[in-house]
């Protein structure tokens, strides 16, 4: 039970990693696996197993609008029961993957409702000069809603084992899953219309009129063009005239 829970407990943190503690890649399973092997006592198998998760998952990082599968809850669930299940990596990897889209989906939900009502209590409070509550909604009430649950699917997964929770997920209606799709491609489309939108003036477009002609035209890749980007941010910093205090 207490092996349980601390298991539940380091799934509903490392939920919280990009919300909250500022996408530090540290909850990410190379890190978190470890931690899964301390708890269970077989230290060796949870860095094998965060190791492979690592090499699956290493494209799955929420940049701008892009919504990957959740790396972070799924992962110590799958090491978790791969090691008392004393089994292989393929148990990790075969756990970890539809519960790694079920978690999305229920973050994408709660991204949508909790956090738009959430939203509306923090404004609330701030024009009641509340500040306290608004702190308690941001800090404490909406992370919750994601860490909760999480934590809670990983203590059952791993107290009554996993295949209730694989029923419950083959469960879900194919209409849903496909809505859930098609809601993350409008999504999409609106979060590249709000960066153009602010990147709409004279002063930034040309950036972005660059950066599509380094990748449709050039060829290049994402890491060339992000370096690229990084030496002509550089040579914007250094031409940048500073007035002895006043605004630049």
Known sequence: MLKCILIA???AIASLEECTFGASMMMRPLFTGPFVGLILGDIKSGIIFGAVLELMFMG???????TPPEVYSSSVLGIAIAIMNHSGVGTAVALALPVSVFLQMWRNFVYAVPSSFGGKKIEEAINNHDIN???RWHIFWLPAWIAIPSGLLVFLSTYFGAGPINKVIDLI???VT???DVAAGVLSAVGIAL???MMGNKKLMPYLFLGFIAVEYLKMDIIGVAVAALC???IAVNNMK???GGDF
């Open 9 to 11: 407990l380091l799934a």
């Open 60 to 66: 799955s990082i929420m940049v701008g609008s892009a």
């Open 133 to 135: 509550t608004a702190k």
């Open 173 to 175: 209606p194919s209409f």
């Open 178 to 180: 496909h809505g859930f």
């Open 195 to 197: 960066l153009i939108k």
């Open 232 to 234: 002509v941010a550089l």
């Open 242 to 244: 500073f007035d002895e």
